[in-house]
C-alpha cells in the first residue's frame, strides 16, 4: 500500500514539472522584448527559486497564480511536508484575521492586501497590521523548520523604478517586524516586485487596491526536508 502511495505521489510530482517545464520553455520562446509586465511576471520568480520557492504567473495576461516550487522535494517527503503545512495553513486561517491562506504545493502562500498593512503610498505598518502581524508570528514560531519569503507588490499606477523601490520598503517594514518579535532573520528573505506580478485586474480601483499587498510563501527547510526524507525512506 505505501509502495503504491509512493508511486502514485512521485507520477503527481513529475507532471507538475513537466506543466511548468513546458510553461517557461513557451514563455521563452515569445521573446522578452515583446513582454507586457504580467508576461514578465510569469518568469520573474524562477530566479529567485532558493529558500522558500518562487512565484511563476500565468503569460496570458490572466491574473498570475502562485506555485511554491523551489522547495519542493516530492515522493514520499513530500507528501509529509505537505501534511505539516496542512495544520499550519489551517492554523494560520484560524488565528489571523483578514487573509488569505493557500495551500500550493509543498508550502502555503499567505496573502495581506494594502488595506490591512499601510496607507495609500506608506511602507509604515499601520496598527491594524501590527495586529494582524502578531498573530501570524504566533503560529510561525510554533513552526520553526520553515522558511518564509516576504514579497511586496503594488498596482500598476506610478513609474516601474518608484515601485519597484516601494514594495522592497514594505517588504522591509514586514520583515522587520517579524525578526524583531522572534522570527529568525535566518527564516526571512525580502523580495520588492513592484508591478510585475500583478495577480488582480489593475483596469480597475478594487483590483489596483488587491494588487497593493504583501505574500508569505512558506516551505520547508533543510532540516525539515531532511527529516521527511528520512521519516519516507526517500
Given amino acids: 500500500m505505501g509502495d ?5 505521489t512521485n507520477t503527481m510530482y513529475t507532471v507538475k514539472k ?14 522578452c522584448k515583446s513582454w507586457n509586465k504580467t508576461q514578465k511576471g510569469a518568469v520573474i520568480g524562477t530566479a ?8 511563476i ?23 509529509i511536508i505537505g501534511h505539516k503545512m496542512d495544520k499550519q495553513a489551517q492554523e494560520i486561517k484560524s488565528n489571523v484575521k483578514g487573509v488569505k491562506v493557500e495551500r500550493v504545493g509543498e508550502g502555503i502562500v499567505v496573502e ?11 511602507s509604515d505598518l499601520t496598527a491594524e497590521a501590527k495586529t494582524g502581524l502578531s498573530d501570524l508570528v504566533t503560529v510561525l514560531n510554533q513552526y520553526p523548520d520553515t522558511n518564509i519569503e516576504i ?13 519597484e523601490k516601494l ?21 526571512l528573505t525580502r523580495r520588492g516586485y513592484g508591478e510585475d506580478v500583478p495577480k488582480y485586474d489593475n483596469s480597475s480601483a478594487d483590483g489596483q487596491a488587491q494588487n497593493r499587498r504583501v505574500e508569505f510563501l512558506i516551505a520547508a527547510n533543510e532540516k525539515m ?8 525512506g526517500n
Avoid at 526536508?225 to 519516507?232: D, P
Fill in 151 to 163: 514579497q511586496g507588490h503594488t498596482d500598476s499606477k506610478g513609474t516601474d523604478s518608484y515601485n
Fill in 57 to 79: 504567473g500565468r503569460a496570458s495576461g490572466n491574473t498570475a497564480m502562485g506555485a511554491i516550487i523551489g522547495a519542493a522535494v516530492g515522493g514520499g517527503a513530500g507528501a
Fill in 225 to 232: 526536508q531532511a527529516e521527511a526524507k528520512k521519516e519516507s
Fill in 4 to 8: 503504491i502511495f509512493k508511486q502514485k
Fill in 112 to 122: 495581506f492586501n494594502n488595506k490591512i498593512l499601510f496607507g495609500f503610498d506608506r
Fill in 167 to 187: 514594495s522592497k520598503r514594505r517588504a522591509d517594514a514586514v520583515a522587520d517586524y517579524l525578526s524583531n518579535r522572534g522570527i529568525r532573520s535566518g527564516r
Fill in 48 to 55: 529567485a527559486g532558493a529558500g522558500a520557492g518562487a512565484v
Fill in 18 to 31: 513537466f506543466i511548468t517545464c513546458c510553461m517557461l520553455g513557451s514563455l521563452l520562446l515569445v521573446g
